[in-house]
C-alpha cells in the first residue's frame, strides 16, 4: 500500500514512479498492483501530534487493505515544500531545508514503530521526493530502506 500527500503537483510524478520499476523501492511495476492511502502530509499526517485525529483512520484502513487486497508492504513518500509539515510543525521547520527533511526522517521512522507494533508482518520503506530546479518532484531519497518489493 502506498501511503502518501494530498499535494496535487506530487499525484503524477508519485504514480509515474510507482508504475515502473525503481532501484531499492520495487523491482517491477505496480501499476493496478497496489492500494493508496492519501493523506496531507503522508508519514507526517500519521504520526504528527498536530494531525492526532487522523491516525485512528489510517490504521483502520490498513487493517481492510490486509484483509480485501493481502497487501504484505507499506510504502510511505513524503515530499519536498509539504504544507502539512509546516502546519504540524511551522513554518520555519518547512523554510529549512535540513529541519524539513529531518523532520520527514523523524516521523518516517515513528511510522515504522508504529507498524512494527501494529502490522509486524508488513515490510516497510519510506522515501522522500523533492523538486529538482524546474520544479518538477524528481529527486528521491531513501529515508527509510525496506525490503525491495518484487
Ligand atoms: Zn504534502
Known amino acids: 500500500m502506498l501511503l502518501s500527500c494530498v499535494d496535487p503537483r506530487t499525484q503524477t510524478p508519485i504514480?509515474?514512479?510507482?508504475?515502473?520499476?525503481?532501484?531499492?523501492?520495487?523491482?517491477?511495476?505496480?501499476?493496478?498492483?497496489?492500494?493508496?492511502?492519501?493523506?496531507?502530509?503522508?508519514?507526517?499526517?500519521?504520526?504528527?501530534?498536530?494531525?492526532?485525529?487522523?491516525e485512528a483512520t489510517f490504521w483502520d484502513n490498513i487493517g481492510a487493505s490486509i484483509q480485501l487486497h493481502g497487501i504484505t508492504a507499506l510504502i510511505a513518500v513524503d515530499h519536498g515544500n509539504c504544507g502539512a509539515l509546516g502546519i504540524a510543525y511551522g513554518q520555519r521547520v518547512l523554510d529549512d531545508p535540513k529541519l524539513e527533511l529531518a523532520a520527514h526522517l523523524a516521523d518516517a521512522k515513528r511510522l515504522k514503530?508504529?507498524?512494527?507494533?501494529?502490522?509486524?508482518?508488513?515490510?516497510?520503506?519510506?522515501w522522500f521526493v523533492d523538486r529538482d530546479s524546474n520544479g518538477w518532484f524528481n529527486q528521491w531519497k531513501t529515508l527509510v530502506a525496506g525490503p525491495e518489493i518484487n
Request: without cysteine.
Open 15 to 54: 504514480a509515474t514512479w510507482m508504475n515502473a520499476p525503481a532501484a531499492g523501492s520495487h523491482a517491477i511495476g505496480l501499476d493496478g498492483k497496489y492500494s493508496q492511502f492519501t493523506v496531507a502530509g503522508a508519514a507526517v499526517g500519521i504520526v504528527a501530534p498536530a494531525f492526532a485525529g487522523w
Open 113 to 126: 514503530e508504529e507498524l512494527a507494533v501494529r502490522h509486524p508482518d508488513l515490510d516497510y520503506q519510506a
